[in-house]
């Protein structure tokens, strides 16, 4: 066999083990998110901390919704690496979604949170709660800020924050900057319906 029909063989094997390979991660990612709805079907009907798989160390703590952008996904328990390459993650150190406090939810930018950089101010977003429960949430301003520092976000009552790496377009996801969308929760208005008057 000539040494060009060899390199020939090698080169076609070699893409077609990275087609696999691609298919593969592709199938696991979607069969990961059908596990963790219904995982989070579960947790809606009761359960706590129901793992979407048996080895894995996250679980549903709640969904996301951006009406206008018409997403839905939901926020794992933690933002680890290995949560983070499953959904967005829930940052342990920040309020639990639906309680008093600021709720911290990461996310990659290339993957989950790639719909970020199209959010603007005024912006609606929803976030559900273990107990079925809906918050709504008004997108105030985004900003660029530095995670090498100490605090850099305040524990304020109704917030939520969404921080995926920046910029957006970078080679590297090693940079400090993170971007920071901050929303404050919109408190229901009732109102009451007065009789007619005779």
């Not at 301003?141 to 995926?164: K, Y």
Request: aromatic share 10%; glycine share 8%; hydrophobic share 40%.
């Amino acid at each position: 066999m000539e040494l060009r029909n060899v390199l020939a063989l090698v080169t076609v094997m070699f893409s077609v083990g990275l087609f696999c390979h691609g298919g593969y991660i592709h199938a696991k990612a979607i069969l990961a998110q059908w596990l963790i709805a219904d995982s989070w079907q579960d947790t809606l009907a009761g359960q706590a901390s129901v793992r979407p798989w048996p080895w894995a160390d996250t679980w549903p703590v709640a969904a996301l919704r951006v009406p206008r952008l018409d997403i839905e996904q939901y926020v794992l328990a933690g933002d680890s690496g290995q949560a983070l390459a499953f959904g967005p993650g829930h940052h342990s150190a920040s309020s639990l979604p639906g309680s008093v406090g600021t709720t911290l939810i990461s996310g990659h930018r290339d993957t989950h949170f790639s719909f970020v950089r199209d959010l603007v101010s005024g912006d609606t977003l929803e976030l559900q709660g273990p107990d079925g429960g809906s918050l709504r949430y008004r997108i105030t301003h985004m900003q660029v800020v530095d995670s090498r520092q100490a605090l850099w976000f305040e524990d304020t009552s109704g917030q939520l924050l969404l921080v995926t790496c920046y910029p957006f377009d970078g080679l590297s996801s090693n940079t400090p900057w993170r971007y920071m969308v901050s929303a404050v929760r919109e408190i229901p208005t009732h109102h009451r319906l007065l009789p007619d008057a005779h």
